[in-house]
């Protein structure tokens, strides 16, 4: 039976996380930055050395192929793949397993000549944990790019995409180019970390992923008077933070009770105004971020979070603004990836479990093209995205030789 070399696989992440590495352990690789740039030339050659076709789209998507290089409508292409950007301060194998076990499969395919019918390609997607614009270079792919607000992403930090894929050798009036020709992708499946407890704790190798959280992103500001903090009686302020804090904690008991067990919440950025001590704050702002795995329940909360919005400002007597920022739809992983991943690991005798991912992923876009999923291996203590993010190498070898065995299954 054919099985990927372990020692190889090891080496190239081993490899990969030099570049951006810092000096206590982890990496910092945004995309498009010139250790981004190091490790993509360093990818294409890997891809070359192992024998496979290289490319690279307008998009910033890294490919590799067995035989046919191109994603054609005549040949339709069984798809792996994940990313090899990084958050800032991020762990080595967040992206970078799914791109280097895919890579490892592949070239264990050839180099094996094991039989298959279809066309097998792996994809290192750009951005895709948006630094610019989230999972950019499969939104792009999958033509679910708005490709009229290129022009205006931008980092938080101010710096703008155009000047980033400039700077890297890129032609950001050419991304459209990066868009799949319909029936290309005949089924993609990503490998990667769970980046969460559930398989550690309940010690199974394999996770099954049936659907992809969704996200939804909102901008609250409460809009009351800026007041003297000394003199202005209790009874008569009208506090624009106040009220952002009542929402945020009203907002989680709202998710807690209404959110099915898997939905969750998040207020990360909280900004008031003017922000000096001797002032009552006319205005709180906060973004307000929504998850969860299933559609109805997702639009509810979504719902239910502007009607308590609205009652928390009617009530305290001062006025709010809500904006919504970006909305992802939760994604269903199709039932015949799910079918071959379980018999890879049947094949392999290695047990598995059904779960959702809590966190966005690539999958997700081309799971609106393609019979999409994804196979998950448990993640030390569920860390990610931090620098001390890791994986046991025994299960790194198990996922590899999962994918491996689900590649050749959905190519037969
Ligand atoms: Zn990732």
């Given amino acids: 039976m054919a099985a990927i070399s372990l020692a190889r696989l090891r080496s190239r992440v081993e490899t990969l996380a030099r570049f951006g ?32 076709e290289a490319w690279v789209d307008p998009a910033g998507n890294v490919f590799g192929a067995v035989g046919t290089r191109a994603f054609g409508a005549d040949a339709p292409a069984v798809l792996t793949g994940s990313h090899i950007d ?13 791109v280097l076990a895919g890579l490892e499969a592949l070239q264990t395919i050839r180099e094996a000549q094991a039989p298959h019918r279809r066309p097998l390609a792996v994809a290192a997607w750009s951005d895709e944990e948006g630094r610019y614009g989230s999972l950019f270079g499969s939104r792009a792919f999958c033509g679910r790019l708005d490709l009229t607000r290129v022009e205006a992403m931008t980092a938080v930090d101010g710096e703008r995409l155009v000047d980033a894929m400039a700077r890297a050798g890129f032609d950001p009036r050419r991304v459209g180019e990066a868009t799949a020709p319909a029936g290309a992708v005949a089924a993609y499946v990503e490998l ?13 190798p394999i996770g099954v992923v049936d659907s992809i959280v969704g996200v939804r992103r909102t901008r ?4 009351g008077q800026a007041d003297h903090a000394g003199t202005t009686p209790m009874e008569r302020r009208r506090d624009g933070f106040l009220a952002a804090a009542e929402y945020a904690l009203k907002a989680r008991e709202l998710v807690v009770k209404h959110g099915g067990g898997k939905s969750v919440t998040n207020v990360g950025v909280v900004r008031v105004h003017p922000g000096v001590t001797n002032i009552v704050p006319a205005r709180g702002e906060l973004v307000h971020e929504l998850r969860g795995p299933d559609p109805e329940t997702l639009a509810g909360l979504d719902r239910r979070s502007v009607s308590l919005a609205r009652r928390v400002a009617r009530r305290r007597g001062i006025d ?13 992983c199709s039932a015949r990836v799910q079918a071959a991943i379980e018999q890879a690991c049947a094949t392999l005798g290695i047990p598995s479990t059904r779960l959702y991912s809590a966190a966005g ?13 994804m196979i998950f291996i ?13 994986s046991d190498w025994d299960a790194i070898e198990r996922g590899a030789n999962v994918l491996l065995h689900t590649l050749l299954g959905l190519a037969a």
């Fill in 21 to 52: 590495a810092l000096s206590g352990g982890g990496v910092t690789r945004t995309c498009w930055s010139p250790q981004h740039e190091e490790a993509r030339a360093w990818l294409l050659g890997e891809i070359r050395a192992a024998g496979l």
């Fill in 320 to 332: 709010v603004e809500i904006q919504p920022m970006s909305a992802t739809e939760p994604a269903i």
């Fill in 361 to 373: 992923h690539d999958a997700q876009n081309l799971a609106a093209i393609t019979d999409a999923g």
């Fill in 378 to 390: 448990p993640s030390k203590g569920g860390r990610s995205h931090r620098v001390d993010e890791m």
């Fill in 86 to 98: 990084t958050v800032p301060e991020g762990g080595i194998l967040d992206g970078a397993l799914g």
């Fill in 220 to 223: 609250v500001a409460f809009v």
């Fill in 192 to 204: 990667h970390i769970e980046q969460g407890p559930r398989l550690e704790e309940a010690r199974i």
